[in-house]
């Protein structure tokens, strides 16, 4: 997969934070190393002097201060705040540094689901409950993720017994809110984007079940289900394209578990020939996915 398939689609490059390791935001944040890099910034390892504790901070890159990506890092932060879930990060503060805005979080020590895929169905199925877990209270305080992928779940520790963190809440969107864009911009990341996220349309908590749909399908057969050259050929076929049965690539996976993939992909929330709607709620979804590695009666 290329660069441009798993960052945000934007009209421009856009470039990391130079701020050096050591650097000493608000006399209170000390840099330690990074751990990781994307389209918006750069998240470090940091040191909170005033509590004596490590946390994560995320500085929005040079290149993206102007006025849509600084309203982002506030609404994440908003966004954030408002959730406590076991299973969400938490987000301590927000500040800025030499014009570059910055948000302090928690610190999660394990590796993200990007690194650290599973191959085991059980604990797939397990890692996704956690996801519905944390996708249900952000949905009852009204945000939806709009970036749900492996990037943005992270692992307590590296042991099989690990639970989730759902991070990035940056593309998240209170449901009641205008929707924020420049020119040229499709906010998102085009292997995870639903249908109607990438029309421009309304999004609700399905879109986020889309992205879950994504998440399964590449865990279990070990490709995403729409590849391309380019993001807007992949957000095309997520848009126009029919979905290869799961059980094509991977015949060990469930025909019940199989049915709930397909279900989560359906191109229209509402109502999709063959297959339904996707679910319309989560306890709905944690149901029939708890049964889905039972064998048919």
Do not use: W
Request: aromatic share 2%; hydrophobic share 40%.
């Amino acid at each position: 997969m290329t660069d441009s398939q798993q960052t945000q689609i934007l009209p421009e490059e856009v470039r990391a934070s130079i701020l050096g390791i050591g650097s000493l935001l608000r006399d209170r944040y000390r840099l330690d190393s990074e751990l990781g890099r994307g389209g918006m910034g750069v998240v470090y390892r940091a040191t909170d002097l005033e509590l004596q504790r490590e946390v994560a901070v995320k500085v929005l890159s040079a290149a993206s201060t102007h006025s849509d990506a600084r309203e982002r890092l506030l609404r994440e932060a908003r966004a954030s705040a408002a959730l406590n879930h076991p299973h969400i990060v938490a987000v301590h503060d927000v500040g800025e540094t030499s014009g570059q805005p910055f948000l302090v979080m928690e610190l999660v020590s394990g590796p993200r689901l990007s690194q650290a895929r599973p191959t085991e169905l059980r604990r797939i199925v397990e890692i996704a409950l956690q996801i519905c877990d944390a996708l249900e209270h952000a949905h009852a305080n009204a945000i939806v993720h709009r970036d749900l992928k492996p990037d943005n779940v992270l692992l307590s520790s590296t042991s099989e017994s690990s639970t989730i963190k759902l991070a990035d809440l940056g593309l998240a969107l209170p449901a009641d809110a205008a929707r924020i864009s420049r020119a040229g911009l499709i906010v998102g990341t085009a292997s995870y984007m639903a249908p109607e996220q990438a029309l421009g349309q309304p999004v609700d908590a399905r879109t986020d079940l889309y992205a879950l749909g994504v998440v399964l399908y590449e865990l279990t057969t070990g490709r995403l289900p729409f590849t391309g050259d380019d993001p807007l050929t992949i957000v095309s076929q997520h848009v126009h394209a029919p979905v290869v049965p799961p059980r094509v690539l991977c015949s060990e996976i469930p025909r019940r578990l199989e049915s709930v993939i397909l279900r989560l992909l359906a191109k229209d929330p509402a109502i999709t020939a063959g297959i339904g709607a996707r679910y319309e709620t989560l306890p709905m979804l944690r149901a029939v996915m708890r049964d889905s590695l039972k064998a048919p009666a």
